[in-house]
Structures are given as C-alpha cells and as structure tokens.
C-alpha cells in the first residue's frame, strides 16, 4: 500500500496550492479518503474528508470556502485545492483511509511572506 502525497511548498498569503495523493495497493474507490494536517507543537487534525464516489464531502470550519477536495476513482487520486491560504494553514499535510488507517508520508505547506 502506497499513499504519496505532493504539490506542497512556499506560498505567499492568499495563494493558492493544490495537493495530490496518489495511491496504489488497495482498492480506493471503495473507501473514504480524508486529508490531516499537523503543525509544530500541535495535534493532527482532519481538514477535509470525502466519500468514496465524491458525493458527499466534510470541511473543518477554519477551511470552509477556500479548500475543495476531490477525487479521481480511475487515477486512484485525491486532491485538496487549497485557496486564500492563511500563515496558519502552515503545517504537514497528510492523506488517510479511515478505515485502514493507512497513511501518507505528508506534504509540508507553509503560507509566508
């Protein structure tokens, strides 16, 4: 089981960034995917979550407006468009099957000027 994440980096406040989650080793569209992020001296915390057709999908309210996430079920991909990015968006961005709790290595995202 593979799950790699990327697209991460340096963005300027109000830029934007889109990460990628690409997996291998299990079947993805059966399962709900979600995307965590952890900052330094915090805990890791779900940002978005979205059912396994992408039909329905789950927002932290900080992020609520300016993510999206989305997915591919022939690519075996999830994606999180990130907008309007904010200093404390800054942190590890990582993909995760709940019911697996499979994870991926992570993407650092830091918003700084």
């Known amino acids: 089981v593979h799950l790699v994440e990327s697209g991460g980096g340096l963005v300027q406040p109000g830029g934007s960034l889109r990460l990628s989650c690409a997996t291998s080793?299990?079947?993805?569209?059966?399962?709900?995917i979600q995307w965590y992020r952890q900052s330094p001296g915090k805990g890791r915390e779900m940002v978005a979550s979205?059912?396994?057709?992408?039909?329905?999908?789950y927002y932290k309210d900080s992020v609520k407006g300016r993510f999206t996430i989305s997915r591919d079920n022939v690519k075996n991909t999830v994606y999180l468009q990130m907008n309007s990015l904010k200093p404390e968006d800054s942190a590890v961005y990582y993909c995760?099957?709940?019911?697996?709790?499979?994870w991926g290595q992570g993407t650092q995202v830091t918003v700084s000027s």
């Open positions: 979205i059912n396994r057709v992408g039909a329905a999908t």
């Open positions: 080793g299990f079947t993805f569209g059966v399962y709900a």
């Open positions: 995760h099957v709940p019911s697996r709790s499979y």
